[in-house]
């Protein structure tokens, strides 16, 4: 079948007219960040945050008009309302408005049935955080705890990988969607909703969309704890994050080396903005094991996080070395926790986990007010 152009789809939302003002919503300049994948169309409808409950029939009627386009298979608009900064640092949450019509107040808590919601984050790409996300939750569900796993990480998902899952996400209703789940851990993943071989281009509201669809049109059930593998960096979707989400805290995952170079300290200086609580630093690829001469190497400085996180003031939780096996399984869908759980990767993985669940447990006693912005 013929797949839709960009064209074709502004042309199909010409014929969307604002209610309140004169015009369409393509003339004055609402839509933003339309993507087209195959037959899979995905762009918001910025708005005034005043008029976000009011224009749900605006955002159904501009799908409707979507969806009659030939060759399109799924239409996904969300209404985002641009704070006065533009975004980047809005003191007010957006007015997303996924409730199907009922007006919604705009402090309304999203994920209102799990007990902690603890972010995974790292200043920058590639310091293993993702293994680490998986490799942590698995080790919360042996545990006995319901566990669930965000991948927030929407430019490079790479949970579903991990995860071992493959396959789309069902929706009973057409609205909601149930989450895919494996090793008795619910996930969602921007990843089994998109292609993963064309690389996605996303702006702010379509970040925000993105993750908030994630958590407020999934059916997660309750929950223990979640965690969200944040993307590496201190961007949008990160405030987004912090600013949406009660978070109980933030785990940031980081090198030796990296630490040292002050990468994992922005990470950490933004949790501290937003008034989440930084749980602890995680040294990952602290050495490395040599699986030839089974010798131990400290090539990256060995040591460098946990001092770094003494003399910024935040806990450290634990190290675990460099090691093809942890490569490789987590690449491979199976990850260490879970294919080798006597091992003593496992262990340390666990020990970690216990530490974060005793921070944010029933027992810890912390609280789960959304954190208030601080602009400095
Ligand atoms: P990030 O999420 O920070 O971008 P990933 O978790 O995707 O990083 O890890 C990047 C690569 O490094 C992956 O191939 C992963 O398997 C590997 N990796 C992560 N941690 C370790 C480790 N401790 N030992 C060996 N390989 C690791």
Redesign the pocket.
């Known amino acids: 079948m013929a797949q839709p152009n960009e064209g074709q789809i502004l042309e199909a939302l010409k014929t969307v007219r604002d209610p309140d003002r004169d015009g369409d919503v393509v003339s004055l300049g609402m839509i933003a960040g339309l993507v087209v994948k195959g037959g899979n169309v995905g762009f918001s409808i910025e708005v005034d945050p005043e008029r976000g409950a009011a224009l749900e029939p605006l955002r159904k009627a501009a799908e409707k008009a979507v969806e009659n386009v030939p060759g399109v298979l799924s239409v996904t608009a969300v209404l985002t309302a641009e704070t006065a900064g533009g975004g980047q640092n809005g003191s007010q949450p957006s007015a997303h408005d996924h409730d199907h019509g009922h007006a919604q107040p705009k402090s309304d808590v999203l994920l209102p049935e799990v007990g902690a919601i603890v972010a995974v984050a790292?200043g920058k790409?590639?310091?293993?955080?993702?293994?680490?996300a998986v490799n942590l939750t698995l080790a919360l569900a042996a545990s006995g705890l319901r566990v669930g796993l965000l991948d927030a990480?929407i430019y490079?998902p790479?949970l579903p990988t991990m995860m071992g899952i493959k396959g789309r996400p069902t929706s009973p209703d057409g609205k909601v969607l149930l989450p895919m789940e494996n090793y008795g851990v619910k996930t969602m993943s921007i990843g089994f909703l998109v292609e993963q071989d064309t690389p996605m281009i996303w702006r702010g509201p379509m970040v925000m969309g993105a993750l908030e669809q994630m958590m407020r049109d999934v059916v997660w059930g309750p929950l223990d704890i979640m965690v969200v593998?944040m993307p590496?960096g201190t961007g949008d979707a990160q405030l987004t994050m912090a600013q949406r989400v009660p978070l109980a805290g933030a785990v940031i995952?980081s090198t030796p080396q990296d630490l040292a170079l002050l990468d994992a300290r922005k990470g950490l200086n933004m949790f501290r903005k937003v008034d989440v609580p930084v749980l602890g630093v995680i040294e990952?690829?602290s050495y490395f094991n040599c699986p030839h001469c089974g010798q131990r190497s400290d090539i990256f400085n060995h040591g460098g996080a946990h001092a770094a996180a003494d003399a910024m003031g935040v806990d450290f939780l634990g190290e675990?070395?460099?090691?093809?096996a942890?490569?490789e399984t987590?690449?491979s869908g199976r990850p260490i926790v879970v294919s080798d759980p006597e091992g003593a990767h496992a262990k340390a993985y666990r020990a970690i986990a216990d530490a974060i669940w005793e921070k944010v447990g029933p027992g810890a006693g912390a609280g789960r007010e959304a954190p208030k912005i601080v602009i400095q």
């Open positions: 790292s790409g590639g310091v293993g955080k993702s293994t680490t990480d490079g790479s593998d590496p995952v990952n690829m675990i070395p460099l090691d093809m942890i490569r987590s690449d």
